[in-house]
């Protein structure tokens, strides 16, 4: 309990909102995404990830092991189709950046995939591996928003990581 507040107090202090953001492309996708109106779920992460299926016109999806998670997604977007390979979007509980690696040279991640990851600060072991992912060559993209992470793989940007109030 005390490590979550003392990571939220740390979270606080160096996050932003849009006006912090000079990529274009996350500019957007915070502005035009995170930041629009409506809510699909009470929970901050599977709305950011049902905004983003949406913002993004996602095609194939891969949910590890969260059923609820699973059935919101096929309720609200039927034309979304789950898929063990190349994926739009990924979203997991906890991934490491060996597992990074293996995803990415398997091909399930595409030069526009997103990773979503959920609860990055739970403990001390999460934000370990948040930040080891953070530090992953192979992303260009990540942001930290305190309930989950969200990693891109962009090879036409520069290295970036933004903390963003959502």
Not at 5 to 31: A, C, I, R
Not at 106 to 113: T, V, Y
Not at 136 to 153: A, R
């Amino acid at each position: 309990m005390w490590f979550r507040f003392g990571t939220f107090l740390k979270f606080l202090s160096k996050s932003t909102n849009q006006h912090g953001v000079h990529s274009p492309f996350v500019f957007k996708y915070v502005t035009k995404c995170l930041y629009a109106k409506g809510k699909f779920s009470k929970d901050k992460t599977a709305n950011v990830l049902l905004k983003s299926i949406c913002y993004f016109k996602v095609k194939t999806i891969y949910i590890h092991k969260n059923p609820d998670l699973k059935k919101l997604v096929e309720i609200h977007f039927p034309q979304v189709h789950p898929s063990e390979n190349m994926v739009d979007i990924l979203y997991t509980k906890y991934l490491d950046a060996h597992d990074l690696e293996k995803l990415l040279s398997n091909g399930k991640l595409h030069n526009d995939s997103m990773v979503l990851i959920d609860s990055i600060h739970e403990d001390q072991e999460s934000e370990l591996e948040w930040k080891n992912l953070i530090e992953s060559p192979n992303i260009t993209v990540s942001m930290d928003l305190f309930h989950c992470g969200v990693l891109f793989v962009r090879k036409e940007q520069v290295k970036e990581h933004f903390t963003i109030r959502i």
